[in-house]
């Protein structure tokens, strides 16, 4: 048996919440978690929608049945599974510099700071689009979720890349994913490489929380 690969053209959809235009100070890029949906997923972040923000939430490339209930038939995304891992991986990281390359077809770089917001298994989405893709981005948001153990952080160009995103670790203190352990392990590797970071624990579990989320935003 032998495997193929080609390159294969597919639609892919994001969602966006405030105007763009000459207002517009910030663009936020949140990737949404596991089993979530863009547009919904985008819900959550309407806190931050102040007239100056323009949010721009890309959707997972592989869509799924959440539940096996012919009632239900929920839908979910994500962004990869273990199964030909580095090939997904190349793949989002690619869709999101499309997605940054379409909005600032319409919106001025020069004049806004770039925010990108990971959560959930997000935070390892972006972590690799910021580290590996082609995008500038002046501050990423790690939010319950961790560096991806994956990421050589050894090599450049994506130490530099993260050292210049003003890097944001958000978790909730009760966290059933993000415990104490993943905690240190990411803030160690983090110190080693040199990379600043500041740290927003609070009291939640894994979970957007809309008044940290103000707090970040002002920050």
């Known amino acids: 048996m032998d495997e193929h690969r080609i390159t294969t053209r597919r639609s892919a959809r994001y969602y966006t919440l405030g105007l763009a235009g000459a207002a517009t100070r910030e663009v936020w890029f949140a990737c949404h978690g596991y089993a979530q949906l863009a547009g919904r997923f985008l819900e959550k972040l309407r806190v931050l929608d102040d007239g100056h923000r323009h949010l721009v939430a890309p959707e997972g490339l592989s869509r799924f049945y959440l539940s096996e209930s012919a009632a ?109 352990k993943i905690v240190e392990t990411t803030k160690q590797r983090l110190r080693e490489h040199a990379i600043p970071y500041r740290e927003m624990p609070f009291d939640g579990g894994h979970e957007l929380n809309a008044s940290v989320l103000t707090d970040l935003a002002a920050s």
């Open 72 to 180: 239900e038939r929920r839908v979910g995304a994500c962004w990869m599974t273990r199964e030909d891992r580095l090939a997904e991986i190349d793949d989002y990281v690619h869709y999101l510099d499309a997605v940054y390359a379409a909005v600032f077809a319409r919106v001025d770089r020069a004049a806004v700071t770039v925010h990108a917001l990971g959560y959930s298994q997000g935070a390892a989405t972006v972590s690799r689009w910021a580290g590996m893709g082609t995008a500038r981005i002046d501050r990423v948001v790690l939010w319950g979720g961790e560096l991806p153990p994956d990421l050589d952080l050894s090599k450049e160009p994506a130490a530099e890349r993260l050292r210049a995103g003003r890097l944001t670790f958000v978790y909730g203190r009760s966290d059933e994913f993000i415990t104490p």
